[in-house]
């Protein structure tokens, strides 16, 4: 009875491991599985709630995967996959009245690098923002008093600096 469901858990995880693979493609090497950082320059942004607005309209779009601010140095972080283009972005954020001009683009080699991995750690207690851990008030403005907008801290207590 054991070995029965040894082999059927088995099963159901080589199963899920084909489903999981027919669904990206089973391409894990292509150039759209590649996240990318582009860094926007971004004028008027002065507050989180520019934060939010240019979160809100660059979320639905596709390829978009997160987003990290400066709000003294004015800079956007956003990393995309293809189809999202810098063009396409510039002109989301331009269009809803701050202006933008790009400033560099990088490919992410390590998940870890990325905003959506960070925004992770966030959930989890005592990183990041809305937490109440050494890196919650290292690296955010209200001393990690919840929901600041901007990307939470690695596990060791340092954010990367846009």
């Not at 099963?11 to 489903?19: G, H, N």
């Not at 599985?33 to 582009?38: E, G, L, M, S």
């Not at 923002?129 to 690695?154: D, I, M």
Request: net charge negative.
């Amino acid at each position: 009875m054991k070995k029965m469901l040894f082999l059927a858990g088995v099963f159901l995880l080589l199963a899920t491991a084909v489903v999981t693979a027919q669904n990206s493609g089973g391409t894990s090497g292509s150039s759209s599985d590649v996240t990318h950082r582009a860094v926007f320059q971004v004028e008027n942004m002065t507050c989180g709630a520019c934060y939010s607005k240019i979160n809100s309209v660059l979320g639905p779009l596709e390829g978009f995967s997160g987003m990290g601010a400066n709000l003294f140095r004015k800079l956007v972080a956003v990393d995309f996959k293809d189809p999202l283009t810098t063009e396409e972005i510039q002109a989301a954020i331009t269009g809803l009245g701050y202006p933008a001009t790009l400033d560099s683009v990088e490919s992410l080699e390590d998940e870890k690098q990325t905003f959506a991995y960070m925004q992770s750690l966030r959930r989890s207690p005592g990183y990041g923002c809305g937490g109440s851990g050494p890196a919650a008030s290292a690296s955010c403005p209200g001393g990690g008093q919840g929901g600041c907008g901007l990307p939470a801290a690695s596990p060791s207590g340092t954010a990367k600096d846009i």
